[in-house]
């Protein structure tokens, strides 16, 4: 049973690769396009069903504020939804999948960029979800380690919640050092 689960993840994680990856290069263009016709914190329906972010809005959740503290509003969303949630309602509630059941997790399931906590873990539910964080390097005094994240986002999630599909490589992701 487990092995099926897996293949068909698979199968419709590359199926649904080839799907977003398209979206996320057009989105550069039409967020910069939608953005200066947003209402409510939201793009316009013509753009929000696909590059909006109905959890966040066009602005982020509070921790990207702070991030981006001096960026002028329009970069700050234009970069919160073309880079780094692109396509956030297209895969999460058009990819995404309604867990079913909880996830069973291997490997550190503590991995976590923000908490310096390196390593990799495997979660398997409805669908599955990789994570590894590694290779910690330092340059011009600013920590950056290795992501790399695909799946669904399920670890974690409680049933009758949405799962978003993500597919994030990412050589440069900011690292918090443990102190």
């Given at each position: 049973?487990?092995?099926?689960?897996?293949l068909?993840?698979?199968?419709?994680?590359?199926?649904?690769?080839?799907?977003?990856?398209?979206?996320?290069?057009?989105?550069l263009?039409?967020?910069?396009?939608a953005?200066?016709?947003?209402?409510?914190?939201?793009?316009?329906?013509?753009?929000?069903?696909?590059?909006?972010?109905?959890?966040?809005?066009?602005?982020?959740?509070?921790?990207?504020?702070?991030?981006?503290?001096?960026?002028?509003?329009?970069?700050?969303?234009?970069?919160?939804?073309?880079?780094?949630?692109?396509?956030?309602?297209?895969?999460?509630?058009?990819?995404?999948?309604?867990?079913?059941?909880?996830?069973?997790?291997?490997?550190?399931?503590?991995?976590?960029?923000?908490?310096?906590?390196?390593?990799?873990?495997?979660?398997?539910?409805?669908?599955?979800?990789?994570?590894?964080?590694?290779?910690?390097?330092?340059?011009?005094g600013?920590?950056?380690?290795?992501?790399?994240?695909?799946?669904?986002?399920?670890?974690?999630?409680?049933?009758?919640?949405?799962?978003?599909f993500?597919?994030?490589?990412?050589?440069?992701?900011?690292?918090?050092?443990?102190?």
């Amino acid at each position: 049973m487990k092995l099926i689960i897996i293949l068909t993840g698979l199968i419709s994680f590359l199926i649904k690769l080839v799907l977003d990856l398209p979206l996320m290069l057009l989105g550069l263009l039409v967020i910069a396009i939608a953005l200066p016709f947003r209402k409510n914190n939201h793009l316009p329906a013509w753009a929000e069903w696909c590059w909006g972010n109905r959890d966040h809005g066009n602005d982020g959740e509070s921790f990207w504020a702070k991030r981006t503290i001096g960026w002028p509003y329009f970069i700050r969303c234009w970069w919160w939804l073309a880079v780094r949630n692109p396509t956030f309602n297209w895969s999460k509630y058009v990819l995404g999948l309604k867990v079913t059941q909880l996830a069973v997790s291997i490997g550190n399931t503590t991995v976590d960029e923000d908490e310096g906590a390196t390593g990799w873990h495997y979660s398997i539910g409805d669908a599955f979800e990789f994570r590894f964080i590694g290779w910690p390097y330092t340059v011009f005094g600013k920590h950056f380690c290795v992501k790399l994240r695909f799946g669904w986002k399920i670890e974690g999630k409680d049933i009758g919640e949405m799962a978003q599909f993500c597919f994030v490589p990412n050589p440069v992701c900011a690292f918090t050092p443990k102190t």
